[in-house]
């Protein structure tokens, strides 16, 4: 084989040969251009995608900052002034170059710092312009090269381009339904389709569903305005009679987002964006403009959200190690320009009722823990309270802001064991006086009702829960108003309305559901939704939803709608459902006389719904009837349509059938034959020995 194959191989080498010579005897082909050829190709257009990266020239001054309304001072002032101002620029990036200007041996009131990086010169602008130095000096601080911009403005006025506007539609249509029904969202077939519904008393109304509207969950605006969703480039708010989109912001990664209560600012956060010469894991989005206000680092959001917003809307706060920042609205800048110094800070909250922080320290050596409730933008100590041998507090703020309850765990000297005090804060009181309830059993839940001055507590160790309510009096008093017994509870959960309550032991205590009236302490029904992992009440307090969610519990999962006495209206399978949200309504514009003046008359208004429930229940009747006759006479038609057929079709079914009638039972009984068949089903054999 060898032999053969040698041959071959010299064939084809002969073969190369030829073909390498025949290639150099040809002629080589000309590349040159043309005489007449035009180049008409710029290097811009041929070489675009190289030109794009070239480093672009620049003289440095785009790190340079000037800052103004600084301090005239002669030289023996002069290094001191120089130390204040590194302190206060050098927290934005390494200065690498500074300049004083000088006339008749004092500084001419503005000085020129180099940052090592055009960004940290963004951020010395951005954070230290308005900087109030002194009474009679605040810090005006620009980048050197808007100086260009601002020398290049044209001097005749141009008149701005006029913006489209965009008509959403009423933003609040929801609130003007004739039959005041409240919305909610779904989220079901594990999250590939959502749906928004209005809520009735028989079967829910579709609203709007659509398929993949949102890749993880969906969340309402804190006034019922936007519904938001995620997406891996950002999110998206929706909003107007048909949900269009209304504005939309790009964090690549968003996880977790948090609205400001006057719906006018979003945070989102995402773990994947941030840097750290440009901050990008939070970042404060403007809703109605769109625009990007501030972004912030973040190290972890295990304790979402990061930063709490005050009641108004006008202020945001901010806790890391030792420091409490606060910023104001609409600059994004820190409130007076720096942090609270708070050694040992554990937790924060703001007053849903006012602009007042109470946070907590803990105790120090031979200093005591401590609750402060502090006023802004004042910074006034409004009120201290002292605490021995703590463990940990939490703070629970009433909805409207007149109480809070400190829930402090403590390790009295001398006993073993952690014994749990409700200290509560008259807030609307002079000198905001504190009244303390001692419990001895573990605190498994606390709950204020949300427009009154009850409050509830589940305490204990299983299978003995009490759940014990709890009445602040105005005299100064804190009664115990009742206690129930071996509750199969985890979670109290109150009507927005107050007075009804639903305690509920979810997901491990099997959905055990108990409905409480308050206003004389008596449990109005007992239920169970088994493995339920969500409860929600409705804005008005009339409904309550119990839910098993997919994300929690592969199976069952569906939502229930009760009354709040506990009749159960509805229950809806969704597959593989996950999340029900209602949609929130804002504030009433109601004042306090005319609520008063509301249920005053309540009696008047009364009639007047009954009436129309009755008229409703009985065109809900007519329109069943009406269904059901409209089906019946369906009904009817099709079966004298198949008769009819079945009777033509007689003649071709005996000349099949080879002349047998089979259309009767009972037809050629004559013609039948009996047959007996006789089949063997089993034997057994028992040797009689097996009897003795």
């Not at 968003?254 to 941030?274: A, G, N």
């Not at 427009?451 to 589940?458: T, Y």
Request: aromatic share 12%; glycine share 4%.
């Amino acid at each position: 084989r060898s032999d053969s194959a040698i041959p071959v191989r010299q064939m084809q080498d002969t073969v190369n040969m030829a073909a390498e010579s025949e290639f150099d005897e040809e002629e080589e082909p000309p590349f040159s251009d043309p005489e007449d050829f035009v180049d008409d190709i710029d290097d811009e257009e041929l070489l675009e995608d190289v030109l794009r990266e070239r480093p672009l020239e620049a003289d440095g001054i785009d790190s340079v900052v000037l800052v103004d309304n600084v301090p005239q001072v002669g030289p023996e002032r002069l290094e001191k002034l120089k130390n204040v101002i590194h302190k206060i620029f050098s927290k934005f990036g390494k200065i690498t170059n500074e300049f004083y200007p000088e006339e008749a041996g004092t500084t001419k009131g503005y000085i020129f710092l180099e940052y090592a990086s055009p960004n940290h010169a963004l951020e010395a602008v951005k954070n230290a312009d308005g900087y109030k130095l002194d009474k009679q000096h605040t810090f005006r601080v620009n980048l050197f090269t808007d100086f260009d911009k601002y020398m290049n403005i044209s001097d005749q006025w141009e008149t701005p381009e006029k913006q489209p506007f965009k008509d959403f539609g009423n933003m609040r249509h929801w609130l003007e339904d004739p039959d005041c029904r409240d919305q909610y969202s779904v989220i079901y077939e594990s999250g590939e389709r959502t749906t928004i519904f209005s809520n009735d008393p028989k079967e829910p109304i579709l609203v709007e569903e659509r398929a993949r509207w949102t890749e993880t969950y969906v969340r309402w605006s804190p006034k019922g305005t936007y519904l938001a969703t995620f997406h891996q480039r950002g999110i998206a708010l929706w909003g107007g009679e048909k949900f269009k989109q209304i504005q939309r912001f790009s964090h690549q990664g968003v996880s977790l987002i948090d609205f400001s209560p006057c719906e006018r600012y979003v945070v989102t956060f995402s773990p994947l964006m941030d840097t750290k010469e440009d901050p990008q894991a939070i970042i404060i989005w403007d809703i109605l403009t769109g625009q990007k206000k501030r972004g912030f680092h973040c190290e972890s959001s295990a304790h979402w959200p990061i930063f709490k917003w005050s009641q108004d809307g006008k202020f945001f706060a901010r806790m890391t190690q030792d420091t409490l920042s606060i910023y104001e609205t609409p600059s994004m800048g820190l409130l007076d320009k720096k942090s609270l110094k708070i050694s040992g800070i554990k937790d924060f909250s703001w007053s849903p009722g006012d602009n007042i922080i109470a946070f907590w320290v803990p105790e120090d050596k031979d200093i005591p823990a401590r609750v402060t409730l502090m006023q802004f933008p004042s910074r006034l100590e409004i009120r201290v309270r002292n605490l021995f041998n703590v463990v940990d507090c939490k703070l629970h703020w009433q909805r409207q802001g007149d109480y809070l309850c400190v829930k402090v765990d403590r390790t009295p000297r001398g006993t073993q064991g952690v014994v749990t005090n409700f200290e509560i804060f008259r807030m609307r009181e002079k000198q905001v006086p504190v009244d303390v309830v001692e419990m001895k059993e573990s605190i498994i839940a606390f709950a204020w009702e949300p427009n009154g001055s009850k409050f509830a507590v589940l305490h204990g160790e299983s299978p003995r829960i009490n759940a014990s309510f709890y009445h602040v009096k105005s005299n100064g008093k804190i009664d115990l108003i009742k206690m129930f017994d071996k509750q199969q509870a985890n979670s109290i959960f109150w009507s927005p309305q107050g007075q009804f309550l639903v305690l509920a032991g979810l997901r491990s205590m099997n959905g055990a559901l108990a409905f409480v009236d308050t206003s004389d302490c008596t449990i109005m029904y007992i239920a169970e939704h088994y493995m339920a992992s969500d409860v929600e009440w409705d804005p008005t307090g009339r409904y309550v939803v119990t839910s098993v969610s997919w994300w929690s519990h592969k199976v069952d999962n569906a939502y229930w709608l009760w009354t709040f006495q506990g009749r159960l209206l509805q229950k809806n399978n969704k597959d593989r459902f996950c999340q029900l949200l209602w949609r929130p309504r804002p504030p009433t514009l109601l004042g306090q006389e005319q609520i008063k003046a509301i249920k005053k008359d309540l009696k008047k208004y009364s009639k007047i719904f009954e009436q129309k429930d009755r008229l409703s229940q009985s065109k809900a009747s007519k329109e069943l009837v009406d269904k059901r006759r409209l089906m019946m006479e369906e009904y009817s038609r099709n079966k004298e349509s198949a008769i009819q057929l079945y009777n033509q079709q007689r003649e071709l079914r005996l000349q099949l059938r080879g002349g047998v009638d089979t259309d009767e039972l009972d037809s050629n009984v004559e013609d039948w034959e009996e047959e007996t068949i006789e089949f063997f089903i089993s034997e057994e054999i028992i040797p009689l020995g097996d009897l003795e």
